[in-house]
Protein backbone atom coordinates (compact mmCIF):
# COMPACT_ATOMS: atom_id res chain seq x y z
CA UNK A 1 0.00 0.00 0.00
CA UNK A 2 1.19 3.47 -0.86
CA UNK A 3 -0.02 6.10 1.53
CA UNK A 4 -0.04 9.76 0.66
CA UNK A 5 -0.88 12.40 3.21
CA UNK A 6 -0.47 16.30 2.75
CA UNK A 7 -0.86 17.08 6.75
CA UNK A 8 -3.26 19.20 8.25
CA UNK A 9 -2.34 22.69 6.87
CA UNK A 10 -5.05 24.84 5.47
CA UNK A 11 -3.14 25.61 2.05
CA UNK A 12 -3.48 23.05 -0.60
CA UNK A 13 -1.35 21.38 -2.18
CA UNK A 14 -2.59 20.77 -5.07
CA UNK A 15 1.05 19.65 -7.35
CA UNK A 16 1.90 16.43 -4.98
CA UNK A 17 -2.17 15.38 -5.10
CA UNK A 18 -2.01 15.76 -8.70
CA UNK A 19 1.19 13.84 -8.67
CA UNK A 20 -0.53 11.00 -6.35
CA UNK A 21 -3.44 11.04 -9.31
CA UNK A 22 -1.00 10.38 -11.78
CA UNK A 23 0.70 6.99 -9.93
CA UNK A 24 0.63 4.22 -11.90
CA UNK A 25 0.21 1.53 -9.04
CA UNK A 26 -0.55 -1.95 -8.63
CA UNK A 27 -1.35 -1.83 -4.85
CA UNK A 28 -4.04 -0.13 -2.52
CA UNK A 29 -3.45 3.97 -2.52
CA UNK A 30 -4.81 5.94 0.06
CA UNK A 31 -4.74 9.67 -0.35
CA UNK A 32 -5.40 12.32 2.05
CA UNK A 33 -5.79 15.64 -0.17
CA UNK A 34 -7.23 18.08 2.42
CA UNK A 35 -7.99 21.35 1.01
CA UNK A 36 -6.67 20.62 -2.65
CA UNK A 37 -8.90 20.90 -5.52
CA UNK A 38 -8.00 17.31 -6.85
CA UNK A 39 -10.37 15.55 -5.20
CA UNK A 40 -10.24 12.34 -6.82
CA UNK A 41 -8.02 9.50 -8.55
CA UNK A 42 -7.02 6.27 -8.51
CA UNK A 43 -7.14 4.52 -5.13
CA UNK A 44 -9.24 5.50 -1.60
CA UNK A 45 -9.48 9.50 -1.23
CA UNK A 46 -10.39 11.35 1.69
CA UNK A 47 -10.13 14.86 3.09
CA UNK A 48 -8.77 14.35 6.59
CA UNK A 49 -7.91 11.47 8.30
CA UNK A 50 -7.63 11.15 12.24
CA UNK A 51 -4.35 10.66 14.05
CA UNK A 52 -4.58 6.92 15.17
CA UNK A 53 -6.01 5.97 11.63
CA UNK A 54 -3.32 7.64 9.42
CA UNK A 55 -1.01 5.69 12.09
CA UNK A 56 -2.54 2.33 11.32
CA UNK A 57 -2.04 3.22 7.73
CA UNK A 58 1.32 4.33 7.75
CA UNK A 59 2.13 1.21 9.49
CA UNK A 60 0.75 -0.79 7.36
CA UNK A 61 2.12 1.01 3.93
CA UNK A 62 5.19 0.22 2.17
CA UNK A 63 5.71 3.88 0.82
CA UNK A 64 4.42 6.55 3.10
CA UNK A 65 4.45 10.25 0.80
CA UNK A 66 3.81 13.55 2.51
CA UNK A 67 4.80 17.06 2.71
CA UNK A 68 7.79 18.11 4.98
CA UNK A 69 5.84 18.83 7.53
CA UNK A 70 7.45 17.60 11.04
CA UNK A 71 4.43 16.00 12.49
CA UNK A 72 3.75 13.74 9.07
CA UNK A 73 7.57 13.00 9.17
CA UNK A 74 7.99 12.02 12.66
CA UNK A 75 4.56 10.06 12.37
CA UNK A 76 5.93 7.98 9.59
CA UNK A 77 9.43 7.41 11.53
CA UNK A 78 7.39 6.28 14.70
CA UNK A 79 5.81 4.24 12.30
CA UNK A 80 8.39 2.83 10.83
CA UNK A 81 8.92 3.83 7.74
CA UNK A 82 11.62 6.18 6.08
CA UNK A 83 9.19 8.84 4.31
CA UNK A 84 9.48 9.98 0.63
CA UNK A 85 8.87 13.72 1.13
CA UNK A 86 7.91 16.43 -1.46
CA UNK A 87 8.24 19.85 0.19
CA UNK A 88 5.55 22.91 -0.25
CA UNK A 89 6.91 25.83 -1.97
CA UNK A 90 6.26 29.58 -1.61
CA UNK A 91 6.42 30.22 -5.24
CA UNK A 92 3.98 27.69 -5.96
CA UNK A 93 1.18 29.09 -2.84
CA UNK A 94 2.01 25.86 -1.08
CA UNK A 95 2.86 27.64 1.61
CA UNK A 96 3.78 30.93 3.85
CA UNK A 97 7.72 30.60 3.35
CA UNK A 98 9.55 28.08 1.73
CA UNK A 99 10.89 26.68 5.61
CA UNK A 100 9.54 22.74 4.17
CA UNK A 101 12.35 23.03 1.90
CA UNK A 102 15.73 23.51 3.64
CA UNK A 103 14.34 20.89 6.26
CA UNK A 104 13.91 18.34 3.67
CA UNK A 105 17.09 18.40 2.22
CA UNK A 106 18.58 18.59 5.91
CA UNK A 107 16.48 14.97 6.84
CA UNK A 108 17.72 13.82 3.22
CA UNK A 109 21.21 14.51 3.39
CA UNK A 110 20.93 12.59 7.23
CA UNK A 111 19.84 9.41 5.56
CA UNK A 112 16.06 9.91 7.54
CA UNK A 113 13.75 10.72 4.32
CA UNK A 114 13.43 10.43 1.14
CA UNK A 115 13.61 14.21 -0.97
CA UNK A 116 11.77 14.63 -3.81
CA UNK A 117 11.52 18.14 -5.19
CA UNK A 118 10.13 17.42 -8.56
CA UNK A 119 7.13 15.84 -8.15
CA UNK A 120 7.76 14.47 -11.55
CA UNK A 121 9.97 12.02 -9.86
CA UNK A 122 7.46 10.47 -7.44
CA UNK A 123 6.48 7.53 -9.40
CA UNK A 124 10.46 6.88 -10.48
CA UNK A 125 11.19 7.13 -6.46
CA UNK A 126 8.56 4.89 -5.32
CA UNK A 127 9.38 2.08 -7.74
CA UNK A 128 12.50 1.97 -6.33
CA UNK A 129 13.57 -0.35 -3.68
CA UNK A 130 14.80 2.40 -1.26
CA UNK A 131 11.62 3.72 -1.42
CA UNK A 132 10.17 0.90 1.09
CA UNK A 133 12.80 0.38 3.61
CA UNK A 134 11.38 0.05 7.14
CA UNK A 135 13.07 2.05 9.28
CA UNK A 136 13.90 1.52 12.93
CA UNK A 137 11.18 3.56 14.94
CA UNK A 138 13.50 4.37 17.59
CA UNK A 139 16.05 5.47 15.63
CA UNK A 140 16.87 8.90 16.95
CA UNK A 141 18.40 11.98 15.32
CA UNK A 142 21.68 12.43 14.15
CA UNK A 143 23.11 15.06 17.43
CA UNK A 144 20.68 14.57 19.47
CA UNK A 145 22.62 12.86 21.98
CA UNK A 146 24.68 16.21 21.96
CA UNK A 147 21.64 17.96 22.15
CA UNK A 148 20.16 16.50 25.23
CA UNK A 149 23.74 16.69 26.98
CA UNK A 150 23.90 20.38 26.10
CA UNK A 151 20.26 21.08 27.34
CA UNK A 152 20.55 19.32 30.46
CA UNK A 153 24.27 21.07 31.03
CA UNK A 154 22.14 24.41 30.70
CA UNK A 155 19.49 23.34 33.00
CA UNK A 156 22.64 22.64 35.69
CA UNK A 157 24.30 26.02 35.05
CA UNK A 158 20.53 27.84 35.81
CA UNK A 159 20.13 26.21 38.54
CA UNK A 160 17.05 24.46 37.72
CA UNK A 161 16.20 21.00 40.18
CA UNK A 162 15.57 17.98 37.82
CA UNK A 163 13.39 16.01 39.45
CA UNK A 164 13.68 13.31 36.34
CA UNK A 165 15.34 12.41 33.73
CA UNK A 166 15.50 14.48 30.24
CA UNK A 167 15.07 12.72 27.41
CA UNK A 168 14.63 13.52 23.75
CA UNK A 169 13.87 10.90 21.00
CA UNK A 170 14.81 8.16 23.67
CA UNK A 171 18.31 9.30 24.38
CA UNK A 172 18.63 10.78 28.10
CA UNK A 173 20.39 13.58 29.30
CA UNK A 174 23.41 12.98 31.69
CA UNK A 175 21.68 13.44 35.53
CA UNK A 176 22.09 16.44 37.47
CA UNK A 177 25.57 17.04 38.89
Known amino acids: MIVVTI ?8 RLVAAAAAL ?3 ERLVVQYGSSSVTSGPGEWVD ?12 EARVVVCHAGVGSIMLARQ ?16 AVDDHQVPLARRLA ?11 RELQAVIASPAA ?13 ADLV ?6 LDRAGVART ?3 EVGGVPAPASR
Do not use: H, K, Y
Open 7 to 14: GTNEQPFD
Open 24 to 26: EVD
Open 48 to 59: FLGFDELGALMR
Open 79 to 94: CGRRPVVVPRRLDRDE
Open 109 to 119: GSGLVTLVEDE
Open 132 to 144: DAPVAATQSLPGV
Open 149 to 154: AALGER
Open 164 to 166: GAI
